[in-house]
């Protein structure tokens, strides 16, 4: 049984027995010393209920029989802490457990349940910049949590070929188009003026010659075409595939939309004003009705994303997560809004919401805009780093905090960059593990209880907690947290390391036991590295 199951196993006793129903209570790892491994609430929350002190009702907890007393003692603490002191011969156990278990260890077996994650969704209108390199990474690392956690997962792209920007990059293409061959053609009001579009007119007056017309489909479809294969390159020079791609126009004309429309009209939660079609939300709690179709005839991004969520709860995936920026916030419940109004299931979709991102060179913020032609791309971005550092910066922060992309931080090779940092962890061991094999030849037993300084203990403490920590990140989609508990690991080795010898030919016996804690934190941390989608080198 789970240790932390028997801890809760323990606490839950209690309460049965002293007809005690209450549920408001946690568990959490300690890092104090001397406060045990673990410490629980449940005392704290149990005053007002009980009308006793918190530091009585814990020493009466910690008083009451104890069955899994071969696994940890008990202590109370003030104000009313529960602390739980693990045996080290469970993380003995959970050492060897990982060593056996290897890419396995804490990954979920399949559950039969599917999962789809839309993320990027960059409609084909340029080239990426890094501020879509966020959502990419974020939706990317998502989904293989997911799949470490035994769901069967489809990444979806879907993106807008229907409305008035691709109208305008179109336009804005001809202007460029035009100008090549001489013409004075201005750029239109808002378009597109990035060199980008240069490349493609060039492109296609190499094919198609210098007697096109503007309205000519071309410069539409052969645009959009270059940019998306644009994108789809530079995705997979970050290592991201999608299995799906979808396009809004698609539901115009299967007629999606138009029964969206229609629904909603019959079940009087539309209505026309103005010459714009509104959304009567007001009527479903929210404070004002929302435009649905503007007076010129065009959709919001509210009505084809209602009809493109009903298709995908449509094809029956348990879960669904939406990687969205912060321009979303106002949207999205919206949408949510609009299919519960369809009768659609909606308690199984999830967004997950990201702030912006500001690079920064030279401790200057880099502006950008795509219109402008003023970006980063992520082209450019990955010429200069690599994808491992790429990919680890933009989950520096949680998804909902603003991030700061210092690209002088990514481009130090120090141990200041947290992707050299976890990389020379798993480096340095793998050159240890090298050595020992070279240095000692006898054949020695097993015996991980000869493990018993501070510094091994809690890096087997800490290496015990991976399994945990990947159903906290499930809950929470946050790869973050998962790249936060790698620097911890790493951290506790490079401590481990420095303070205690593990080659010791005069101690054969407590360097194989060294050596197997070696050998976990390397499978850790590369389980780690390969949900995140960073790789694990073996020399630096």
Not at 188 to 204: F, M, Q, R, S
Not at 293 to 322: M, Q
Not at 401 to 407: A, N
Request: aromatic share 10%.
């Amino acid at each position: 049984m789970k240790l932390k199951s028997l801890m809760n196993d323990f606490i839950q006793n209690y309460l049965d027995e002293n007809a005690i129903k209450f549920e408001d209570w946690n568990i959490s790892m300690n890092s104090q010393d001397g406060f045990g491994d673990y410490s629980s609430n449940v005392a704290l929350k149990l005053t007002k209920q009980l009308k006793q002190s918190p530091i009585s009702i814990a020493e009466s907890i910690v008083n009451h029989s104890n069955p899994f007393s071969d696994t940890f003692t008990l202590s109370a603490s003030h104000p009313g802490f529960v602390n739980f002191h693990i045996a080290d011969n469970h993380y003995h156990q959970m050492v060897n457990k990982i060593n056996e278990e290897k890419e396995n260890f804490g990954k979920k077996k399949k559950l039969n349940k599917s999962a789809n994650v839309e993320f990027v969704s960059c409609n084909p209108t340029g080239p990426l910049t890094v501020g879509h390199g966020r959502q990419a990474i974020l939706g990317d690392m998502v989904s293989n949590i997911l799949t470490w956690n035994g769901y069967d997962v489809s990444r979806e792209y879907y993106y807008n070929d229907a409305g008035k920007q691709m109208r305008v990059l179109a336009e804005s293409c001809y202007a460029k188009y035009a100008q090549q061959i001489g013409l004075k053609v201005p750029t239109p009001e808002n378009g597109y003026v990035g060199n980008y579009l240069d490349d493609i007119a060039l492109k296609i007056i190499d094919k198609y010659g210098k007697n096109l017309k503007s309205d000519n489909k071309i410069f539409r479809d052969f645009t959009e075409k270059e940019i998306f294969s644009n994108i789809k390159n530079t995705l997979d020079s970050i290592g991201i595939k999608f299995d799906i791609f979808t396009k809004e126009g698609s539901f115009y004309e299967n007629g999606a939309i138009d029964n969206v429309l229609k629904e909603l009209k019959d079940k009087e939660l539309s209505y026309e004003k103005d010459g714009a079609v509104w959304f009567k939300t007001s009527s479903l709690g929210k404070e004002e009705d929302k435009v649905l179709v503007k007076s010129s005839g065009e959709p919001t991004y509210r009505l084809p994303d209602i009809a493109y969520h009903a298709d995908k709860v449509d094809r029956g995936f348990d879960l669904i997560v939406d990687i969205f920026g912060a321009d979303h916030i106002d949207t999205y419940p919206d949408v949510i809004l609009g299919l519960k109004c369809l009768d659609k299931k909606t308690d199984h979709i999830k967004v997950v919401i990201h702030q912006f991102v500001t690079i920064k060179k030279s401790g200057e913020i880099v502006k950008m805009s795509t219109r402008k032609a003023n970006f980063v791309t992520l082209d450019e971005l990955n010429d200069q780093l690599s994808s491992d550092i790429i990919r680890y910066f933009f989950i520096m922060r949680g998804a909902n905090s603003h991030l700061d992309f210092d690209l002088d931080l990514a481009k130090d090779e120090s141990e200041k960059n947290p992707v050299y940092y976890l990389q020379y962890a798993n480096a340095r061991i793998s050159n240890l593990l090298k050595r020992y094999d070279k240095e000692i030849t006898e054949k020695v037993k097993i015996n991980l209880s000869l493990l018993k300084e501070k510094d091994e203990i809690a890096l087997a403490k800490l290496l015990s907690e991976f399994p945990n920590k990947m159903e906290e990140v499930l809950k929470v989609l946050e790869p973050r947290k998962l790249a936060t508990y790698l620097e911890e690991v790493a951290a506790a080795y490079h401590k481990f390391y420095g303070n205690h010898k593990v080659i010791d030919p005069q101690n054969l016996d407590l360097s194989m036991a060294r050596k197997k804690l070696c050998e976990a934190t390397k499978t850790i941390l590369m389980n780690g590295l390969s949900i995140l989608g960073i790789s694990a080198p073996e020399r630096m």
